[in-house]
């Protein structure tokens, strides 16, 4: 399994970071904004999971996810927002624009282990 | 400024803490800033906008803030180092984003934080807003939250 970890915080990425190798998955491609991320994403697919930050500077998490759905050729790339933001219009927002799962941060380890389903 | 309009940034912040750093942090009691005075040494601000406008920051002694982004990542960091600057906004991002949620009649749209850093740095509110500043007391030492919130 590969995983795009998008967020704007470098410390928020080391965190996530370690609690995705916490569940042993060690494929882990980084980026800092949604512009970044779709770059990064065309570099490296097969991509499995993209881990999304949604305020970030030059392209927001919002913005990055309708541009991969617009996208055929990522249609098998499942996308969890993780956002500190959690009012309901938010997440309905994101679900609707393709987002799979939602996860509210800051989030444990057991929490994310949940939504990956593994 | 409704006094109640601190209370979700309160809970976000404790539960920021506990979560993230599983330490517990303790409100003092809440109180009007009267005029401009000096935060500590590094802030995390975060602007607030949509039907209500003002901004949200936290506000940390430099040891204070070294000791907590310190235990969040399990490493030693230093005064002004690029971790300890990008944690101290990312805390404050998530507190807002977390309290917006129990304001969600003001359909409030979040800024990206900013980390303002210097020795009594004045942290001005929203301008026509009272600002509420909650100290808080923790293992690590204290620091304070502040909210300037303007509503119609
Ligand atoms: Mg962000």
Redesign the pocket.
């Known amino acids: 399994m590969k995983v795009l970890l998008v967020?704007?915080?470098v410390t928020?990425r080391r965190i996530q970071k370690t609690q995705i190798q916490g569940l042993g998955i060690n494929d882990i491609v980084e980026a800092g904004d949604g512009e970044e991320a779709y770059r990064k994403l065309q570099e490296n697919m097969p991509i499995d999971l993209i881990m999304l930050?949604?305020?970030?500077p030059v392209m927001d998490g919002l913005t990055f996810l309708k541009k991969v759905r617009a996208d055929n050729s990522f249609k098998n790339v499942k996308v969890i927002m993780c956002t500190s933001e959690s009012e309901k219009t938010r997440v309905v927002e994101a679900l609707k624009s393709g987002a799979n799962n939602y996860l509210v941060k800051p989030f444990t380890p057991d929490a994310l282990k949940e939504k990956l389903g593994i | 400024m409704d006094v109640s309009y601190i209370n979700p940034f309160v809970t976000a912040t404790i539960e920021c803490f506990q979560t993230m750093l599983s330490i517990k942090t303790e409100p003092m009691a809440p109180q009007l800033k009267k005029e401009p005075y000096p935060a500590y040494d590094i802030s995390g601000v975060i602007g607030l906008s949509g039907e209500a406008q003002g901004s949200i920051s936290l506000s940390f002694p430099n040891d204070v803030a070294i000791k907590f982004v310190g235990k969040m990542l399990g490493v030693q960091v230093s005064e002004k180092s690029p971790d300890l600057i990008d944690a101290i906004g990312?805390f404050a991002?998530i507190i807002a984003g977390n309290a917006k949620k129990d304001l969600s009649k003001f359909n409030l749209s979040i800024s990206?934080p900013n980390v303002i850093i210097g020795k009594a740095h004045v942290l001005a509110g929203q301008s026509g807003a009272s600002t509420i500043v909650v100290p808080f007391t923790s293992m690590f030492g204290i620091f304070a939250m502040e909210v300037s919130l303007k509503t119609k």
Do not use: A, P, T
Not at chain 1, 53 to 56: E, L, P, S, V
């Open positions: 967020d704007d915080s928020m930050d949604w305020n970030m | 990312e991002n990206l």
